[in-house]
C-alpha cells in the first residue's frame, strides 16, 4: 500500500510541475493585459507538436506561418508615417534578425533529425513568436474593451489555434521518444529520468522567470504594468510592447510544457484543451494573479489527479476540474467582489 502510495505522490508532482507552467503562463499574461487567455492551453499542442515534427526530419510548417506574419506586421509598422528614416531602418533589421531566427532554427531542426536540442529550439522560438503575433492580431486591437470582450476574443483563438495543429500535422497522434531512458529506485519506488528531467526544468524554468521579473530591467517594468497599467504608459513604458513580451512568455512557457509532456503521452491536436484548463484550475487558487499560491495549486492538481485516476480512472478529469468551484468559493470568501481591483 506504501509503495502504491509513494509512486501516485511521484506520479502527482510530476503531472504538477507541467501545470506549474500552464499556471505562470496563465498569470504572466493576465497580470500584464487582463486576457484570461482560454487559447493557452493551444500552445502546448503547437509546441509538443512542433517538437515532434522537428524531431522526425520534418519541416516546421509552424515556422512558415509565423515568419510570414512577423514581415506582415513589420511593413505595416514601417508604413507609420510617423517615423523617420532611421527608426524604420532598426524596425526592418530587428525584423529581419528574427524572422531569420524562426526560419533558421526550423531548418536546422530539419537538416539534423533527431537534434533535440535544435528541436526544442525550433519549437520554442516558433511558438513563442506566435505568442507576440496572436497578441498583435486579435488583443492590440481591443486592448481597451472590457475582461469579458477580451474573453470571447481568446475563446476566439483557440478556435483558430485548435484549427491550425489540425491543418498543419492533422488528426494523428505523435509519439515522442523520452530525454532519457530509464531510472533509478528512491526507497520503494521506481523514478524515471523522464519525470525528473520534467521536475528539474520546470523548475529552473520558474526561476530563471523570477530571475527575470526581479533582476532585469524589462522584468520590471513587465512588473510595473501589471501593477498599474496606466501608471506604467504615464512613465513611459510601452504597454503595448509589454503586452507582446507577456504574450510570448506565456506560449514559450505552455510550449515547454508540451515538449516536456510529449514523452509521456502521444502529441496530439486535442491534448491542449484538458492540459490548459488543468493548468487554469491550478492558478485559479492564486486569483490567476499569484505565483506562489498557484504554485501549491499545481501540486493539488497533480496529486488529485494522481490518486483520482488510481481510484475511479474514468472521472479523473471530471475531479480535477470540479476543484475550481471550491476554490473560486474560497477566493469569493476571503476576497469579495467589492474589494476587487479589476
Not at 506586421?73 to 517615423?83: E, I, P, Y
Not at 476566439?156 to 530509464?182: F, K, N, Q, T
Not at 476543484?323 to 476587487?340: C, G, K
Request: include cysteine; charge should be neutral; aromatic fraction near 10%.
Amino acid at each position: 500500500m506504501l509503495d502504491t502510495v509513494l509512486f501516485l505522490i511521484s506520479d502527482g508532482v510530476t503531472n504538477g510541475a507541467v501545470y506549474g507552467l500552464l499556471a505562470l503562463s496563465l498569470i504572466v499574461v493576465y497580470t500584464v493585459t487582463r486576457v484570461v487567455n482560454i487559447a493557452q492551453g493551444e500552445y502546448v499542442t503547437l509546441g509538443a507538436l512542433s517538437f515532434a515534427s522537428a524531431l522526425s526530419g520534418s519541416f516546421n510548417g509552424l515556422s512558415t506561418i509565423v515568419a510570414g506574419g512577423l514581415a506582415a506586421f513589420a511593413l505595416k509598422d514601417v508604413a507609420d508615417g510617423r517615423l523617420n528614416n532611421g527608426i524604420r531602418l532598426r524596425i526592418l533589421a530587428s525584423r529581419a534578425l528574427w524572422i531569420s531566427a524562426v526560419l533558421a532554427s526550423a531548418a536546422i531542426a530539419n537538416f539534423l533529425p533527431g537534434s533535440y536540442w535544435f528541436a526544442v529550439l525550433a519549437a520554442l522560438v516558433a511558438t513563442s513568436s506566435l505568442g507576440t503575433l496572436t497578441y498583435r492580431l486579435t488583443v492590440e486591437p481591443v486592448s481597451g474593451a472590457s475582461s469579458i470582450v477580451l474573453l470571447i476574443v481568446s475563446v476566439g483563438v483557440y478556435m483558430v489555434l485548435h484549427g491550425v495543429a489540425v491543418v498543419i500535422w492533422g488528426a494523428e497522434p505523435r509519439s515522442v521518444p523520452p530525454v532519457v531512458d530509464g531510472g533509478f529506485a528512491l526507497g520503494p519506488v521506481f523514478v524515471t529520468y523522464q519525470s525528473l528531467w520534467i521536475c528539474l526544468s520546470s523548475v529552473a524554468a520558474m526561476v530563471g522567470l523570477y530571475l527575470f521579473s526581479e533582476r532585469t530591467l524589462i522584468g520590471q517594468a513587465l512588473q510595473a504594468t501589471a501593477v498599474n497599467r496606466t501608471g506604467a504608459q504615464l512613465c513611459g513604458i510601452p504597454v503595448g510592447v509589454a503586452g507582446q513580451l507577456s504574450f510570448a512568455i506565456g506560449a514559450g512557457f505552455s510550449a515547454l510544457s508540451g515538449l516536456l509532456l510529449a514523452p509521456l503521452i502521444t502529441a496530439n491536436y486535442d491534448m491542449g484543451l484538458p492540459i490548459g484548463l488543468k493548468g487554469f484550475v491550478a492558478a485559479a487558487l492564486g486569483g490567476i494573479v499569484e505565483y506562489p499560491t498557484a504554485l501549491v495549486g499545481v501540486l493539488l492538481v497533480g496529486l488529485t489527479e494522481s490518486f483520482s485516476a488510481y481510484q475511479a480512472s474514468a472521472y479523473r478529469d471530471v475531479v480535477v476540474y470540479l476543484m475550481v468551484i471550491p476554490i473560486l468559493l474560497w477566493r469569493n470568501a476571503a476576497r469579495p467582489p467589492e474589494t476587487h481591483g479589476h
